[in-house]
């Protein structure tokens, strides 16, 4: 397990669900993928989260995703499940899983659609925290939830024994600053492409997309600021920005990610489940033409 002041990890991809060309989950892709992103750099992996087109995949399919993988990998990576939802005792219930699972962790997005008042996001993740003895990883991401925690919530859920780190997308370093310092959470960069910002005001690590791809080049980037090599790390940065712009600049990264790794062989279809839809043509010459300039496929 990684140290206290990284309680989840330094490098965390928020992976993608492969699924068959018949629309069910492809358990072993999950593993097999699994696999492959700790052997190429991550100490932690998100399940069923945003990305893993959590919102129309069922809770048995998730249990079963998150049981095989930490069965697989979950003695060298920290496996932290999403318990996101709009519905308080739906999000307790995905929790109650993931740690029936195995999972190391969880991932509490703000409730979403229903844009709660700050009271109403203080009791629904103080319900989700208490409903296990699973670390809690708070998900503030305003661009897909409208809501963000505001200083004063943070340091009440901050005051909770279970509540230990923030994936931050509101792409606010500023406040990041302010809230790392006067929290003491691990904070985490919810966005590849504001990595060395985030860093630079103390973000631990990093929870991402384009690790499908370069979890090796952002897993030196991360170590290389950390060890004050920030020529190094901004050099090394920069030479990932072009699969940075492949995955996050579409503003659909699960489409992005699956298409990619299914042209890299790395999981069998970029299957999605509506109301998500795959790539189409253009896209995939798009993608593919992305992947050959970046160096990944011939």
């Keep these: 397990m ?4 990284r309680p989840f990890g330094y490098l965390l991809t928020a992976m993608v669900t492969p699924m068959a060309a018949d629309g069910s989950v492809d358990i072993d892709a999950g593993v097999a993928l699994a696999r492959h992103l700790v052997d190429h750099g991550h100490d932690g992996l998100v399940l069923n989260g945003t990305t893993g087109e959590a919102p129309t995949t069922h809770a048995p399919e998730k249990a079963e995703l998150v049981r095989a993988v930490v069965e697989a990998v979950g003695d060298r990576a920290v496996i932290v499940a999403g318990a996101g939802s709009n519905d308080t005792a739906h999000a307790v219930r995905m929790a109650e899983q993931a740690a029936e699972a195995g999972a190391h962790g969880v991932l509490v997005v703000t409730p ?28 503030d991401v305003p661009g897909r939830t409208v809501v963000r925690y505001s200083a004063r919530t943070l340091d009440r859920l901050a005051a909770h024994d279970r509540i230990v780190a923030v994936k931050d997308a509101t792409a606010d370093p500023q406040s990041a600053l302010r809230n790392i310092a006067r929290t003491g959470l691990a904070w985490y ?8 910002p985030y ?25 290389a600021f950390h060890a004050g090599d ?5 050099a ?3 030479a990932l920005l072009p699969v940075i712009d492949l995955i996050c600049g579409s503003g659909n990264g699960a489409l992005r990610a699956k298409t990619a790794l299914a042209l ?15 790539a189409d043509e253009a896209e995939t010459a798009e993608v593919r033409a992305a992947l050959v300039a970046a160096g990944l496929l011939d």
């Design 2 to 5: 990684a140290p206290a002041s």
């Design 112 to 139: 979403y659609y229903s844009r709660p008042s700050q009271e109403g996001i203080y009791q629904h993740t103080v319900a989700v925290a208490d409903a296990t003895e699973l670390p809690v990883m708070l998900y």
């Design 189 to 196: 960069s919810g966005d590849d492409g504001m990595l060395l």
């Design 199 to 223: 860093l630079s005001v103390g973000a631990v690590g990093l929870v991402s997309m384009t690790g499908h791809l370069a979890g090796d080049g952002l897993a030196e980037v991360i170590r």
């Design 230 to 234: 920030l020529v190094g790390a901004r």
């Design 236 to 238: 090394r940065f920069i």
């Design 264 to 278: 890299l062989g790395l999981i069998p279809t970029a299957t999605m489940r509506l109301p998500q839809v795959g």
